[in-house]
Protein backbone atom coordinates (compact mmCIF):
# COMPACT_ATOMS: atom_id res chain seq x y z
CA UNK A 1 0.00 0.00 0.00
CA UNK A 2 2.01 2.98 -1.40
CA UNK A 3 0.34 6.39 -2.51
CA UNK A 4 2.67 9.83 -3.46
CA UNK A 5 5.83 8.13 -3.04
CA UNK A 6 4.91 6.82 0.50
CA UNK A 7 6.40 3.54 1.40
CA UNK A 8 3.52 2.29 4.30
CA UNK A 9 5.90 -0.97 4.66
CA UNK A 10 8.80 1.27 6.46
CA UNK A 11 6.40 2.38 9.26
CA UNK A 12 7.08 1.04 12.52
CA UNK A 13 4.11 -1.29 13.37
CA UNK A 14 3.08 1.81 15.90
CA UNK A 15 3.11 4.05 13.30
CA UNK A 16 0.87 1.95 11.15
CA UNK A 17 -1.21 1.38 13.72
CA UNK A 18 -1.76 5.48 14.34
CA UNK A 19 -2.38 5.93 10.77
CA UNK A 20 -4.90 3.29 10.55
CA UNK A 21 -6.75 5.27 13.56
CA UNK A 22 -6.38 8.31 12.14
CA UNK A 23 -7.85 6.89 8.68
CA UNK A 24 -10.72 5.52 10.57
CA UNK A 25 -11.41 8.34 12.20
CA UNK A 26 -10.75 11.30 9.19
CA UNK A 27 -11.01 9.02 5.99
CA UNK A 28 -8.46 10.75 5.04
CA UNK A 29 -5.03 9.22 2.21
CA UNK A 30 -2.77 8.33 3.52
CA UNK A 31 -0.55 10.80 1.39
CA UNK A 32 -2.31 13.49 3.39
CA UNK A 33 -2.59 11.36 6.65
CA UNK A 34 1.52 10.64 6.98
CA UNK A 35 2.40 14.17 6.50
CA UNK A 36 0.64 15.44 9.54
CA UNK A 37 1.13 12.53 11.73
CA UNK A 38 5.07 13.07 11.02
CA UNK A 39 4.24 17.18 12.26
CA UNK A 40 2.36 15.47 15.14
CA UNK A 41 5.09 12.95 15.87
CA UNK A 42 2.56 10.27 15.43
CA UNK A 43 0.09 11.54 18.09
CA UNK A 44 -2.84 9.98 16.90
CA UNK A 45 -5.00 12.45 19.13
CA UNK A 46 -2.86 15.49 18.37
CA UNK A 47 -3.17 14.87 14.55
CA UNK A 48 -7.11 14.38 14.59
CA UNK A 49 -7.67 17.66 17.06
CA UNK A 50 -5.50 19.29 14.14
CA UNK A 51 -6.94 17.54 11.40
CA UNK A 52 -10.41 19.17 13.08
CA UNK A 53 -9.14 22.02 14.58
CA UNK A 54 -7.27 23.55 11.85
CA UNK A 55 -3.28 23.59 12.88
CA UNK A 56 -2.00 26.86 14.85
CA UNK A 57 0.90 29.02 13.50
CA UNK A 58 2.74 27.78 16.38
CA UNK A 59 5.71 25.17 15.85
CA UNK A 60 3.64 21.80 15.59
CA UNK A 61 7.23 19.77 16.62
CA UNK A 62 7.69 22.09 19.90
CA UNK A 63 4.10 21.91 20.72
CA UNK A 64 4.02 17.78 20.08
CA UNK A 65 7.10 17.60 22.32
CA UNK A 66 5.33 19.65 25.22
CA UNK A 67 4.44 18.23 28.52
CA UNK A 68 1.14 19.99 28.76
CA UNK A 69 -1.41 18.99 25.83
CA UNK A 70 -3.32 21.94 23.93
CA UNK A 71 -7.05 23.10 25.08
CA UNK A 72 -9.34 21.19 23.59
CA UNK A 73 -12.98 20.34 23.94
CA UNK A 74 -13.23 17.81 27.07
CA UNK A 75 -16.49 16.07 25.02
CA UNK A 76 -14.11 16.13 21.99
CA UNK A 77 -11.06 15.04 24.09
CA UNK A 78 -13.09 12.44 25.84
CA UNK A 79 -14.42 10.31 22.69
CA UNK A 80 -10.46 10.42 21.40
CA UNK A 81 -9.22 8.88 24.95
CA UNK A 82 -12.35 6.52 24.64
CA UNK A 83 -12.00 5.93 21.37
CA UNK A 84 -8.45 5.00 21.09
CA UNK A 85 -6.75 3.94 24.29
CA UNK A 86 -3.94 2.18 22.22
CA UNK A 87 -2.67 4.95 21.56
CA UNK A 88 -0.07 7.05 23.25
CA UNK A 89 -0.74 9.41 26.15
CA UNK A 90 1.04 12.88 26.48
CA UNK A 91 0.54 13.78 29.76
CA UNK A 92 0.20 11.12 33.24
CA UNK A 93 -2.88 10.21 34.84
CA UNK A 94 -2.02 12.31 37.92
CA UNK A 95 -2.36 15.80 35.22
CA UNK A 96 -5.80 14.12 33.98
CA UNK A 97 -8.64 16.48 34.76
CA UNK A 98 -11.36 14.34 35.39
CA UNK A 99 -15.37 15.29 35.14
CA UNK A 100 -17.48 16.20 38.57
CA UNK A 101 -19.54 12.47 38.69
CA UNK A 102 -23.19 14.17 39.64
CA UNK A 103 -25.43 12.46 42.54
CA UNK A 104 -28.94 12.12 41.24
CA UNK A 105 -31.40 11.39 43.69
CA UNK A 106 -34.63 10.48 41.48
CA UNK A 107 -38.03 12.24 42.03
CA UNK A 108 -40.98 10.03 39.92
CA UNK A 109 -42.82 11.67 37.18
CA UNK A 110 -46.37 10.55 38.99
CA UNK A 111 -44.83 13.05 41.66
CA UNK A 112 -43.70 16.28 39.69
CA UNK A 113 -45.47 18.89 39.76
CA UNK A 114 -45.55 22.30 38.59
CA UNK A 115 -47.65 24.54 40.71
CA UNK A 116 -48.19 28.19 39.20
CA UNK A 117 -48.45 30.68 41.39
CA UNK A 118 -51.79 31.82 43.29
CA UNK A 119 -52.55 34.65 41.13
CA UNK A 120 -51.97 33.07 37.64
CA UNK A 121 -54.17 30.34 39.05
CA UNK A 122 -56.96 32.95 39.87
CA UNK A 123 -56.54 34.58 36.48
CA UNK A 124 -56.28 31.57 34.32
CA UNK A 125 -59.62 30.37 35.86
CA UNK A 126 -62.30 30.84 33.48
CA UNK A 127 -60.28 29.53 31.35
CA UNK A 128 -59.44 26.43 32.30
CA UNK A 129 -63.43 25.69 32.83
CA UNK A 130 -63.86 26.76 29.04
CA UNK A 131 -61.06 24.21 28.35
CA UNK A 132 -62.29 21.62 30.70
CA UNK A 133 -65.81 21.67 29.28
CA UNK A 134 -64.36 22.31 25.37
CA UNK A 135 -62.20 18.86 25.77
CA UNK A 136 -65.55 16.99 27.42
CA UNK A 137 -67.40 18.15 24.17
CA UNK A 138 -64.59 17.03 21.67
CA UNK A 139 -64.32 13.64 23.76
CA UNK A 140 -68.06 12.83 22.99
CA UNK A 141 -67.56 14.10 19.59
CA UNK A 142 -65.00 11.67 19.04
CA UNK A 143 -66.92 8.96 20.83
CA UNK A 144 -70.13 9.48 18.40
CA UNK A 145 -67.46 9.68 15.51
CA UNK A 146 -64.66 7.80 15.54
CA UNK A 147 -63.19 8.72 12.30
CA UNK A 148 -62.56 12.39 13.67
CA UNK A 149 -59.64 11.35 15.96
CA UNK A 150 -57.75 9.43 13.61
CA UNK A 151 -58.04 11.94 11.15
CA UNK A 152 -56.43 14.54 13.36
CA UNK A 153 -54.02 12.31 14.33
CA UNK A 154 -52.40 11.95 10.76
CA UNK A 155 -52.58 15.95 10.17
CA UNK A 156 -50.74 16.38 13.35
CA UNK A 157 -48.53 13.63 13.31
CA UNK A 158 -45.49 15.50 12.04
CA UNK A 159 -45.82 17.96 14.79
CA UNK A 160 -46.59 15.78 17.42
CA UNK A 161 -43.28 13.90 16.14
CA UNK A 162 -41.11 16.94 17.10
CA UNK A 163 -42.32 17.16 20.29
CA UNK A 164 -40.97 15.64 23.13
CA UNK A 165 -43.21 13.37 25.65
CA UNK A 166 -42.26 12.21 28.99
CA UNK A 167 -42.71 8.18 29.50
CA UNK A 168 -44.18 7.16 26.54
CA UNK A 169 -42.96 3.51 27.71
CA UNK A 170 -46.25 2.70 29.17
CA UNK A 171 -43.79 1.59 32.26
CA UNK A 172 -45.44 2.60 35.67
CA UNK A 173 -43.30 4.44 37.75
CA UNK A 174 -41.89 2.87 40.77
CA UNK A 175 -39.40 3.46 43.76
CA UNK A 176 -35.60 3.00 43.01
CA UNK A 177 -35.23 -0.32 44.95
CA UNK A 178 -38.28 -1.98 43.00
CA UNK A 179 -37.19 -0.28 39.18
CA UNK A 180 -33.58 -2.06 40.17
CA UNK A 181 -35.26 -5.41 41.01
CA UNK A 182 -37.45 -5.15 37.58
CA UNK A 183 -34.34 -4.22 35.41
CA UNK A 184 -32.70 -7.23 36.94
CA UNK A 185 -36.15 -9.47 36.36
CA UNK A 186 -36.27 -8.02 33.02
CA UNK A 187 -32.41 -8.67 31.87
CA UNK A 188 -32.92 -12.63 33.33
CA UNK A 189 -36.08 -13.12 31.21
CA UNK A 190 -34.24 -11.53 27.85
CA UNK A 191 -30.69 -13.03 28.20
CA UNK A 192 -30.79 -15.84 30.77
CA UNK A 193 -29.07 -16.24 33.74
CA UNK A 194 -25.79 -14.59 34.29
CA UNK A 195 -23.34 -14.14 37.16
CA UNK A 196 -23.25 -10.13 36.71
CA UNK A 197 -23.05 -8.77 40.17
CA UNK A 198 -26.00 -6.04 39.33
CA UNK A 199 -26.90 -3.80 42.70
CA UNK A 200 -29.87 -3.99 43.64
CA UNK A 201 -30.72 -0.07 44.51
CA UNK A 202 -30.78 2.97 43.32
CA UNK A 203 -28.26 5.14 41.63
CA UNK A 204 -27.70 7.02 44.85
CA UNK A 205 -27.64 4.36 46.81
CA UNK A 206 -24.66 3.01 44.52
CA UNK A 207 -22.96 6.02 44.42
CA UNK A 208 -22.87 6.28 48.46
CA UNK A 209 -21.54 3.08 49.04
CA UNK A 210 -18.40 3.41 46.41
CA UNK A 211 -17.90 6.40 47.92
CA UNK A 212 -17.73 4.82 51.26
CA UNK A 213 -15.93 2.22 50.75
CA UNK A 214 -13.67 3.44 47.93
CA UNK A 215 -14.87 1.35 45.28
CA UNK A 216 -15.56 1.79 41.45
CA UNK A 217 -18.95 2.47 40.40
CA UNK A 218 -19.87 0.71 36.83
CA UNK A 219 -22.55 2.53 34.96
CA UNK A 220 -23.87 0.68 32.43
CA UNK A 221 -26.82 1.87 30.84
CA UNK A 222 -29.40 0.48 28.01
CA UNK A 223 -31.82 1.11 25.75
CA UNK A 224 -34.22 -1.54 24.13
CA UNK A 225 -35.16 0.36 21.32
CA UNK A 226 -31.15 0.62 20.17
CA UNK A 227 -30.35 -2.05 17.45
CA UNK A 228 -26.95 -2.85 19.63
CA UNK A 229 -28.16 -3.21 22.82
CA UNK A 230 -28.80 -7.13 22.37
CA UNK A 231 -25.36 -7.95 20.57
CA UNK A 232 -23.78 -5.87 23.30
CA UNK A 233 -25.25 -7.23 25.98
CA UNK A 234 -24.78 -11.00 24.60
CA UNK A 235 -20.87 -10.35 23.36
CA UNK A 236 -19.35 -8.10 25.04
CA UNK A 237 -21.36 -7.70 28.82
CA UNK A 238 -22.52 -11.81 29.57
CA UNK A 239 -18.76 -12.90 27.80
CA UNK A 240 -16.94 -14.78 30.53
CA UNK A 241 -13.70 -12.40 30.41
CA UNK A 242 -15.86 -9.64 31.22
CA UNK A 243 -18.00 -11.02 33.80
CA UNK A 244 -14.93 -12.32 35.72
CA UNK A 245 -13.75 -9.19 35.31
CA UNK A 246 -16.53 -7.27 37.00
CA UNK A 247 -16.94 -9.92 39.97
CA UNK A 248 -12.95 -10.09 40.23
CA UNK A 249 -13.41 -8.89 44.40
CA UNK A 250 -9.76 -7.09 43.66
CA UNK A 251 -10.91 -5.01 41.38
CA UNK A 252 -13.31 -3.29 43.59
CA UNK A 253 -16.56 -2.69 41.00
CA UNK A 254 -19.95 -1.42 41.97
CA UNK A 255 -22.03 -2.55 38.60
CA UNK A 256 -26.08 -0.53 38.18
CA UNK A 257 -27.08 -0.86 35.33
CA UNK A 258 -30.62 0.45 33.85
CA UNK A 259 -32.81 0.93 31.47
CA UNK A 260 -33.12 4.24 30.18
CA UNK A 261 -37.18 3.83 29.54
CA UNK A 262 -36.98 4.24 33.29
CA UNK A 263 -37.29 7.82 35.06
CA UNK A 264 -33.99 7.02 37.34
CA UNK A 265 -32.06 5.75 34.62
CA UNK A 266 -32.65 8.18 31.90
CA UNK A 267 -31.83 11.33 34.57
CA UNK A 268 -28.70 9.32 35.02
CA UNK A 269 -28.03 9.60 31.73
CA UNK A 270 -29.06 13.55 31.18
CA UNK A 271 -26.06 14.02 33.80
CA UNK A 272 -23.99 11.82 32.21
CA UNK A 273 -23.96 13.61 29.33
CA UNK A 274 -24.74 9.93 27.50
CA UNK A 275 -25.87 10.48 23.75
CA UNK A 276 -25.21 6.87 22.37
CA UNK A 277 -26.29 3.25 23.65
CA UNK A 278 -25.24 1.39 25.36
CA UNK A 279 -23.37 3.54 27.48
CA UNK A 280 -20.78 2.47 30.00
CA UNK A 281 -19.50 4.59 32.62
CA UNK A 282 -16.27 4.24 35.62
CA UNK A 283 -17.57 6.99 38.45
CA UNK A 284 -14.66 6.62 41.16
CA UNK A 285 -13.34 9.05 43.98
CA UNK A 286 -10.83 11.34 42.88
CA UNK A 287 -8.87 12.63 45.88
CA UNK A 288 -6.30 14.96 43.56
CA UNK A 289 -9.06 16.88 42.65
CA UNK A 290 -11.08 17.17 46.04
CA UNK A 291 -11.54 14.86 49.68
CA UNK A 292 -14.91 14.35 48.80
CA UNK A 293 -15.45 14.27 44.84
CA UNK A 294 -16.38 11.92 42.55
CA UNK A 295 -15.01 11.91 39.11
CA UNK A 296 -15.61 10.10 35.71
CA UNK A 297 -12.79 7.84 34.93
CA UNK A 298 -13.86 6.56 31.53
CA UNK A 299 -16.61 6.25 28.91
CA UNK A 300 -17.74 3.76 26.66
CA UNK A 301 -19.99 4.53 24.01
CA UNK A 302 -21.52 2.41 21.68
CA UNK A 303 -20.89 -1.24 20.93
CA UNK A 304 -17.19 -2.04 21.99
CA UNK A 305 -15.45 -5.51 21.77
CA UNK A 306 -14.74 -7.54 24.96
CA UNK A 307 -11.44 -7.34 25.03
CA UNK A 308 -11.39 -3.65 24.06
CA UNK A 309 -14.55 -3.27 26.84
CA UNK A 310 -11.98 -4.91 29.59
CA UNK A 311 -9.27 -2.68 28.65
CA UNK A 312 -10.86 0.91 28.78
CA UNK A 313 -12.41 0.31 32.15
CA UNK A 314 -8.60 -0.89 32.86
CA UNK A 315 -7.70 2.05 31.65
CA UNK A 316 -10.00 4.10 33.59
CA UNK A 317 -9.09 2.22 37.18
CA UNK A 318 -5.28 2.55 36.29
CA UNK A 319 -6.27 6.57 35.92
CA UNK A 320 -7.51 6.90 39.85
CA UNK A 321 -5.45 3.75 41.08
CA UNK A 322 -2.78 5.30 42.61
CA UNK A 323 -4.46 8.25 44.55
CA UNK A 324 -7.22 6.34 45.62
CA UNK A 325 -4.94 3.22 47.24
CA UNK A 326 -3.12 6.18 49.08
CA UNK A 327 -6.72 7.21 50.20
CA UNK A 328 -7.27 3.29 51.15
CA UNK A 329 -4.00 3.06 52.82
CA UNK A 330 -4.46 5.98 54.86
CA UNK A 331 -7.71 4.61 55.62
CA UNK A 332 -6.56 1.32 56.44
CA UNK A 333 -3.89 3.05 58.86
CA UNK A 334 -7.08 5.12 60.57
CA UNK A 335 -9.15 2.58 61.06
CA UNK A 336 -5.96 0.24 62.09
CA UNK A 337 -5.30 2.69 65.06
CA UNK A 338 -9.18 3.27 65.59
CA UNK A 339 -9.37 -0.66 66.43
CA UNK A 340 -6.29 -0.48 68.29
CA UNK A 341 -7.37 2.39 70.41
CA UNK A 342 -10.91 0.56 71.07
CA UNK A 343 -8.98 -2.26 72.24
CA UNK A 344 -6.78 -0.77 74.45
CA UNK A 345 -10.64 1.29 75.69
CA UNK A 346 -11.82 -1.55 76.18
CA UNK A 347 -9.20 -3.94 77.71
CA UNK A 348 -8.74 -0.48 80.39
CA UNK A 349 -12.62 -1.12 80.74
CA UNK A 350 -12.33 -4.87 81.52
CA UNK A 351 -9.45 -4.13 83.86
CA UNK A 352 -11.26 -1.39 85.66
CA UNK A 353 -14.21 -3.47 85.94
CA UNK A 354 -12.18 -5.58 87.57
CA UNK A 355 -11.01 -3.45 89.83
CA UNK A 356 -14.22 -2.42 90.64
CA UNK A 357 -15.30 -5.87 91.29
CA UNK A 358 -12.52 -6.61 93.61
CA UNK A 359 -13.36 -3.47 95.20
CA UNK A 360 -16.77 -4.38 95.82
CA UNK A 361 -15.99 -7.81 96.81
CA UNK A 362 -13.38 -6.61 99.53
CA UNK A 363 -15.82 -3.61 100.42
CA UNK A 364 -19.09 -6.45 101.03
CA UNK A 365 -16.49 -8.96 103.20
CA UNK A 366 -15.54 -5.79 105.42
CA UNK A 367 -19.15 -4.71 105.72
CA UNK A 368 -20.17 -8.60 106.32
CA UNK A 369 -17.36 -9.03 109.25
CA UNK A 370 -18.15 -5.76 110.32
CA UNK A 371 -22.19 -6.79 110.41
CA UNK A 372 -21.28 -10.00 111.89
CA UNK A 373 -18.98 -8.60 114.31
CA UNK A 374 -21.73 -6.26 115.64
CA UNK A 375 -24.08 -8.76 115.76
CA UNK A 376 -21.90 -11.19 118.05
CA UNK A 377 -21.54 -7.95 120.40
CA UNK A 378 -25.41 -7.77 120.32
CA UNK A 379 -26.03 -11.07 121.12
CA UNK A 380 -23.25 -10.60 124.15
CA UNK A 381 -24.71 -7.92 124.89
CA UNK A 382 -28.18 -9.81 125.20
CA UNK A 383 -26.69 -12.30 127.07
CA UNK A 384 -25.45 -10.01 129.45
CA UNK A 385 -28.79 -8.31 129.83
CA UNK A 386 -30.83 -11.71 130.00
CA UNK A 387 -28.19 -13.29 132.76
CA UNK A 388 -28.51 -9.95 134.78
CA UNK A 389 -32.42 -9.66 134.29
CA UNK A 390 -32.57 -13.46 135.30
CA UNK A 391 -30.28 -12.78 138.25
CA UNK A 392 -32.71 -9.52 139.22
CA UNK A 393 -35.53 -11.82 138.63
CA UNK A 394 -34.25 -15.15 140.46
CA UNK A 395 -33.49 -12.36 143.65
CA UNK A 396 -36.59 -10.85 143.67
CA UNK A 397 -38.49 -13.93 143.45
CA UNK A 398 -36.71 -15.58 146.28
CA UNK A 399 -37.61 -12.89 148.48
CA UNK A 400 -41.42 -13.45 147.93
CA UNK A 401 -41.04 -17.49 148.41
CA UNK A 402 -43.03 -18.29 151.43
CA UNK A 403 -41.02 -20.01 154.03
CA UNK A 404 -41.72 -24.08 154.57
CA UNK A 405 -44.86 -24.77 157.07
CA UNK A 406 -43.92 -25.70 160.41
CA UNK A 407 -45.30 -28.76 162.34
CA UNK A 408 -48.41 -27.35 163.34
CA UNK A 409 -50.20 -26.80 159.94
CA UNK A 410 -51.41 -29.96 159.09
CA UNK A 411 -52.81 -29.03 154.99
CA UNK A 412 -49.30 -29.38 153.36
CA UNK A 413 -47.88 -30.93 150.33
CA UNK A 414 -44.39 -33.54 150.80
CA UNK A 415 -42.42 -33.32 147.89
CA UNK A 416 -38.99 -35.03 146.96
CA UNK A 417 -37.57 -33.21 144.28
CA UNK A 418 -34.41 -34.90 142.44
CA UNK A 419 -31.93 -31.57 140.93
CA UNK A 420 -30.52 -32.17 137.08
CA UNK A 421 -26.98 -32.41 139.87
CA UNK A 422 -28.22 -35.27 141.16
CA UNK A 423 -28.94 -33.52 144.65
CA UNK A 424 -32.22 -34.86 145.84
CA UNK A 425 -34.41 -32.80 148.18
CA UNK A 426 -37.32 -33.23 150.24
CA UNK A 427 -39.57 -29.69 151.67
CA UNK A 428 -42.67 -29.24 152.59
CA UNK A 429 -45.13 -26.71 150.71
CA UNK A 430 -48.23 -25.28 151.62
CA UNK A 431 -51.18 -27.21 149.83
CA UNK A 432 -53.18 -24.16 148.17
CA UNK A 433 -49.96 -22.68 147.21
CA UNK A 434 -49.98 -22.66 143.13
CA UNK A 435 -47.92 -25.30 141.38
CA UNK A 436 -45.93 -21.99 140.03
CA UNK A 437 -44.29 -21.55 143.78
CA UNK A 438 -42.79 -25.31 143.25
CA UNK A 439 -41.04 -24.06 139.95
CA UNK A 440 -39.71 -21.22 141.67
CA UNK A 441 -38.66 -22.50 144.52
CA UNK A 442 -36.45 -25.12 142.13
CA UNK A 443 -35.14 -21.93 140.11
CA UNK A 444 -33.94 -20.21 143.21
CA UNK A 445 -33.07 -22.79 145.29
CA UNK A 446 -29.09 -21.64 145.42
CA UNK A 447 -30.04 -18.47 146.26
CA UNK A 448 -32.28 -19.98 149.22
CA UNK A 449 -29.80 -22.09 149.76
CA UNK A 450 -27.24 -19.13 150.40
CA UNK A 451 -26.25 -17.68 153.69
CA UNK A 452 -26.26 -14.06 152.50
CA UNK A 453 -29.24 -12.52 153.30
CA UNK A 454 -30.15 -10.38 150.58
CA UNK A 455 -29.76 -6.74 152.16
CA UNK A 456 -31.60 -4.28 149.88
CA UNK A 457 -34.70 -4.37 148.06
CA UNK A 458 -34.66 -6.17 144.90
CA UNK A 459 -37.23 -4.97 142.30
CA UNK A 460 -38.54 -7.07 139.12
CA UNK A 461 -36.37 -6.21 136.63
CA UNK A 462 -38.33 -4.38 133.70
CA UNK A 463 -39.25 -5.77 129.68
CA UNK A 464 -38.68 -8.81 131.43
CA UNK A 465 -40.86 -12.50 131.00
CA UNK A 466 -39.05 -15.06 132.90
CA UNK A 467 -39.24 -18.62 131.20
CA UNK A 468 -38.52 -21.62 133.13
CA UNK A 469 -35.98 -23.97 131.20
CA UNK A 470 -37.55 -26.90 132.85
CA UNK A 471 -40.29 -29.33 133.84
CA UNK A 472 -41.38 -31.31 136.87
CA UNK A 473 -41.97 -34.85 135.92
CA UNK A 474 -43.11 -37.80 137.75
CA UNK A 475 -41.29 -40.80 137.48
CA UNK A 476 -43.74 -43.67 137.80
CA UNK A 477 -46.08 -43.64 136.03
CA UNK A 478 -44.50 -40.93 134.15
CA UNK A 479 -46.46 -37.15 134.37
CA UNK A 480 -44.99 -34.08 133.46
CA UNK A 481 -46.67 -30.99 135.52
CA UNK A 482 -46.71 -28.64 132.96
CA UNK A 483 -46.88 -24.87 134.23
CA UNK A 484 -49.28 -23.78 131.55
CA UNK A 485 -51.83 -26.09 133.32
CA UNK A 486 -52.52 -23.80 136.60
CA UNK A 487 -53.48 -25.05 139.51
CA UNK A 488 -52.37 -25.46 143.08
CA UNK A 489 -50.06 -27.94 144.19
CA UNK A 490 -52.62 -30.49 145.94
CA UNK A 491 -54.43 -30.17 143.24
CA UNK A 492 -51.70 -31.17 140.64
CA UNK A 493 -49.46 -33.59 143.30
CA UNK A 494 -51.82 -34.67 146.05
CA UNK A 495 -50.24 -35.19 149.16
CA UNK A 496 -46.65 -35.96 148.19
CA UNK A 497 -45.14 -36.35 145.39
CA UNK A 498 -41.60 -37.61 143.79
CA UNK A 499 -40.20 -35.60 140.94
CA UNK A 500 -37.69 -34.85 138.61
CA UNK A 501 -36.17 -31.84 137.35
CA UNK A 502 -35.94 -31.93 133.58
CA UNK A 503 -34.62 -29.68 131.31
CA UNK A 504 -36.76 -28.52 128.12
CA UNK A 505 -34.82 -28.96 125.13
CA UNK A 506 -34.62 -25.85 124.44
CA UNK A 507 -32.29 -25.46 126.74
CA UNK A 508 -30.80 -28.61 125.94
CA UNK A 509 -30.32 -26.93 122.12
CA UNK A 510 -28.53 -24.27 123.35
CA UNK A 511 -26.30 -26.05 125.58
CA UNK A 512 -25.07 -27.94 122.51
CA UNK A 513 -24.61 -25.17 120.73
CA UNK A 514 -22.56 -22.99 123.95
CA UNK A 515 -20.70 -26.62 123.77
CA UNK A 516 -19.64 -26.32 119.96
CA UNK A 517 -18.54 -23.13 120.09
Request: charge should be negative; charged fraction near 25%; include cysteine.
Amino acid sequence: MADAGIDIAQLTEDQQLALQQFIAVTDQAPAAAVPLLQRCQWNVQIAIARFFDGEPATDPVAEASSSLPPPQDPRRQETLLNGFSSAPRSSSSSNRRFESAPRIVPQPESQITNQAPLLLTILFTPFSLVYSLLSKYFRFVGYLFPILPRTWTRLTAGTTAQTPRRNTSGRRPLNTRDTAARFIREFEEEYGSHELPFFENGYAQAFDLAKKELKYLMIVLVSPEHDMTTSFVRETLLAPDVVNFIKDPENKIILWAGNVQDSEAFQVSAALNCTKFPFTSLIAHTPQVSSTSMGIAIRIAGPTPPGQYIAKLQQGIQAVAEPLNRVRAQRAELQASRNLRESQNSAYERSLALDRERARQKREAEERKAREEKEALDREAAKEKEALNLAQWRKWRATSIADEPGPDVKDVVRISLRMPSGNRIVRKFAAEKPIEELYAFVECYDILQSQEPISEKVFKPDDFEHEYKFKLVSPMPREAYELSAGGSIKDRIGRSGNLIVERTEDDDDEGEIADSD
